[in-house]
């Protein structure tokens, strides 16, 4: 009996070792042709709906591969190491765009709008942008900008901006986003500096400026901060618009506010690697998504702004409607947008640590 | 001609698990090593010039810290697994007939996603939680409590997520002790808390050796159970790290931090081993 | 009686722990059924999730992927871990002392880490990503885990009793079968259990080393983070428990039933 267990035990890792073998080389096997209908689509899970996958497929006959990152970085250390293949089509934040196509290997490939007769779709407001301003990599996907949201039972002081964060009355009380940029913003903001600042002077203003904060932040929350907002476990916080209107899901009663001194905004765009395996489905898919109705289909589910002027017509009033999903132009004057900080990125780094370490 | 049998079983023995530790951890290890003594380029990429800088900067009050933070969690983590975790696996060794059962029973929940576990207990402990909702209608208390985001919710989600680290190598040691001792002990006229201690204890140190092993040294870089549930406001040095690589694009700091981070935690190591063991008198590992 | 009384308490403390150990999952499994999108917010009853799980081919997908990588890592790690084991403790060589050092590294070493540097390995090696470089990585961190836990089982094996069967003339490798094997087993089980939830919840390495066709099921939960955990997941949890407990009751009516 135990010599059959013995057996079954060398029996098992030879078939392991060779089965994870063949599985490894079957799969890399398929994945060298171009002219397979494949394309390998990367980004935020769920952040191109389902039903905008299935509708994709459905009408294309083209299978989609639908890969995952968490943050913006992950995505561009994994880039980096595959030289810029593997991925056909990137949804990414704007800063990142503009690190990927600064590098002296550029991971991105030039995009051809003469193969994506949507292109007209998109709203030229958006185009032209600091990070590409020939939208030479990039086609918008979506916008969204950081807004602040509370609840007026609890939180009995009038809000009107960033600065108002300061106030001692909400102490312990705060939930911020856990993304150094983000907070070491709002310092800059209150201080009048831009939020991209590399002064050593300036960066040392705002280090001062956030010690007086670091009392009334009792959460910092990047991929939900909602949730303790809607918990109780905090009263007013900073968050991206679709986790904004997550919060007003939650809670009917709590109060959005876009602040005074404007809001941080975040293009997210549709790239193309240097080495993706099936350009021509890449931009298949990326027509497909400019389409007006499945433009509006894909603002719709992700709460966020639509960047194209064909959506218009397919939008639902709700939509239209929701006071986290779209901003009134005027913000658009005031808008705040994210650059890389270069070599400024350690100062950001230390400023950041010593900050949650009080 | 016995001497090539012998020969050729211990290179299967100790063949394979040489050839993976040198290829797969020594090679990504000394990898490391040569940037942590690189330095970063303005744009973030590695540049090439050889410099001690990253270790020096290591000696400020603020990283210091952040260590010592992590291992202090790490530490705190262990005793209550250990505390909580041995009266368990000794009980569960009397109920011989639901050996699997329990083993099965332990590992099940971990068998399920721990992000969603976790959210799991943030949903109980809120301030409009279950827990509080309990509590204020069963009238134990006037106004929630404010139980999530502190110190005690950390060590809540460690020592859960920890605990079958623990328990598993304790019950392994504990079942494999031969009664027969403690029975000798007892008729010997010692008490139950004298047995335990010079009997039960020193021959059970090998599982707990083990044991504060597996749930000490993933401790001290494990930061996603700090974050959730504590609300992200202690810098420990898993987020350390994870910043430098994912927010500075300092590369060779966090080089620098992880070898500093796996020297520590082979100097602990060594003492579990080494000193517990030499205390109890028994051959640990 | 004493002794009754005590068995009381110690099945009491037993069952404390357990109810602290499943407490979440009255959550989680009360949320597959709600009707809101929200882990957050209960609003009411619904199947829909269940039916939702079934057709998402992405996550099934990478569930079947996740089980693929947990069972290949975990059955490669038992056997060279055990296998390691034991030569280490038998055998002396030159060299043991680093190797000794090196198999606490990937339980020691940040995740992140890891993954970067396995991943510029891979990329050297010129290997494609996929399910076949997350094994390769898993099993590393895999092998720890049962190692040390096999390592602690023969602290005090008495290596006599092997010695003794050899002078009666069994081979080496009757031995091992009969003797050695069956005392540690029940380590190499408990180490392999470990390793396998280990590898089925890994996100870190997971995101570095996999490829576009082989995502793994904790990765595309993290990531549903940022826009939103779909109920979907609870109601996966919930399954995924639910036939853990039969594959429980079912061995535990076959080994009552040996035992008559």
């Known amino acids: ?358 | 001609m016995g001497k090539k049998k012998v020969d050729v079983l211990k290179g299967l023995t100790i063949g394979p698990i040489s050839f993976w530790m040198l290829f797969f951890v020594a090679v990504p290890l000394l990898y490391i090593v040569f940037i942590s003594f690189m330095q970063r380029g303005d744009d973030g990429s590695i540049v090439y010039i050889p410099t001690i800088s990253n270790y020096t900067r290591m000696a400020s009050s603020l990283y210091v810290k952040v260590f010592w933070d992590s291992i202090v969690v790490a530490f705190v983590t262990t005793v209550f697994t250990l505390v909580f975790g041995y009266p368990f696996a000794y009980f569960a060794t009397k109920l011989k007939k639901y050996k699997i059962a329990i083993m099965l029973l332990i590992m099940a929940p971990f068998l399920t996603n721990s992000l969603i576990r976790t959210y799991g207990w943030i949903v109980i402990l809120s301030t409009n939680g279950s827990l509080n909702h309990i509590l204020l209608i069963t009238g134990i208390i006037k106004e929630p409590l404010k139980m999530l985001y502190s110190y005690g919710a950390v060590m809540i989600g460690m020592i859960y997520t920890m605990f079958p680290f623990m328990v598993l190598p304790l019950y392994n040691s504990i079942d494999k002790l031969d009664k027969a001792y403690i029975e000798a002990s007892k008729d010997l006229g010692a008490s139950s808390w004298k047995t335990f201690i010079s009997v039960t204890l020193p021959l059970t140190m090998p599982g707990i050796v083990a044991g504060c092993i597996l749930v000490f040294v993933p401790s001290v870089g494990l930061f996603f159970i700090p974050d959730l549930m504590g609300g992200s406001n202690v810098m420990l040095i898993g987020n350390l790290i994870r910043n430098q690589f994912l927010q500075a694009n300092d590369w060779p700091f966090g080089a620098a931090l992880s070898i500093v981070m796996i020297f520590i935690s082979l100097i602990l190591i060594l003492f579990y081993v080494k000193i517990l063991g030499k205390k109890l008198d028994t051959e640990v590992f | 009686m004493d002794s009754k009384l005590s068995k009381v308490l110690e099945r009491t403390y037993i069952f404390c722990i357990f109810a602290f150990l499943y407490v979440p999952f009255a959550i989680i499994i009360m949320y597959s059924f709600n009707s809101a999108q929200s882990n957050v917010v209960f609003s009411g009853f619904t199947l829909d999730w269940y039916t939702k799980l079934f057709n998402d081919d992405d996550v099934l997908t990478a569930l079947i992927n996740s089980l693929t990588i947990a069972t290949l890592s975990t059955i490669i790690s038992a056997i060279i871990g055990t296998i390691g084991a034991l030569g280490l403790k038998r055998h002396k060589f030159k060299g043991k002392g680093i190797i000794d050092l090196l198999l606490y590294i990937p339980i020691v070493i940040p995740e992140i880490i890891m993954g970067i540097s396995l991943l510029v390995f891979f990329s050297i090696l010129q290997l494609d990503f996929g399910i076949f470089t997350l094994v390769l990585a898993h099993t590393t961190f895999c092998i720890p885990f049962v190692l040390i836990n096999v390592k602690s089982r023969l602290a005090d094996f008495d290596m006599s009793i092997e010695e003794a069967a050899m002078d009666l003339g069994a081979s080496k490798i009757t031995v091992f079968r009969t003797i050695t094997l069956p005392s540690i087993f029940p380590a190499v089980i408990s180490g392999s259990m470990l390793a396998f939830a280990l590898s089925l919840d890994d996100v870190i390495i997971n995101i570095f080393i996999s490829g576009p066709e082989s995502t793994t099921l904790p990765i595309k939960i993290f990531s549903m983070l940022k826009f939103g955990l779909s109920p979907e997941i609870n109601a996966l949890c919930t399954i995924m428990l639910l036939t853990t407990f039969v594959v429980l009751i079912l061995s535990q009516g076959i080994k009552l039933k040996k035992d008559k």
Request: aromatic letters at 8%.
């Open chain 1, 1 to 358: 009996m135990l010599k059959k267990r013995f057996k079954a035990l060398i029996i098992l890792l030879t078939v392991s070792l060779m089965g994870s073998t063949l599985v490894g080389c079957s799969k890399s096997n398929t994945a060298k042709t171009n002219t397979e209908k494949i394309v390998n689509i990367y980004t935020w899970a769920n952040y191109v709906p389902d039903t905008v996958v299935k509708g994709f497929e459905k009408s294309t006959g083209i299978k989609v591969n639908y890969s995952n990152f968490s943050t913006n970085e992950e995505m561009l250390a994994k880039l980096q190491a595959a030289k810029g293949g593997q991925y056909d089509v990137i949804i990414c934040a704007d800063y990142m765009v503009q690190i990927m196509a600064k590098q002296t290997n550029v991971l991105l490939k030039p995009i051809d709008t003469s193969a994506i007769a949507n292109y007209k779709n998109l709203d030229k407001a958006y185009l032209s942008q600091y990070y590409d301003k020939t939208n030479k990599y990039s086609v918008p996907y979506s916008l969204g900008s950081q807004m602040i949201v509370y609840n007026p039972d609890k939180v009995k002081i009038d809000i009107k901006g960033i600065s108002d964060l300061w106030d001692p009355s909400l102490k312990g009380s705060e939930v911020l986003l856990e993304d150094s940029r983000s907070v070491i913003g709002m310092a800059l903001t209150k201080l009048g500096y831009s939020i991209n600042e590399t002064d050593p002077a300036k960066l040392a203003e705002a280090k001062a400026e956030l010690k007086k904060l670091r009392a009334n932040v009792k959460v910092f929350d990047a991929d939900t901060p909602m949730t303790s907002l809607i918990n109780g476990d905090t009263n007013i916080g900073v968050m991206w618009g679709s986790q904004a209107s997550a919060a007003l899901k939650g809670n009917s009663k709590f109060k959005i506010v876009y602040p005074k001194e404007g809001m941080q905004f975040e293009t997210d765009n549709l790239v193309i690697p240097v080495k993706a395996p099936h350009q021509q489905n890449a931009e298949k898919f990326i027509n497909y998504v400019l389409d007006g109705k499945v433009s509006s289909e894909v603002t719709t589910s992700i709460e966020y702004i639509n960047v194209t002027t064909a959506a218009k017509e397919f939008m639902p009033q709700s939509v239209l409607d929701n006071k986290a999903i779209y901003v009134p132009n005027e913000e658009f004057t005031k808008a705040k947008h994210l650059e890389d900080a270069g070599s400024a990125s350690k100062d950001y780094d230390l400023i950041w640590s010593e900050f949650k370490q009080q």
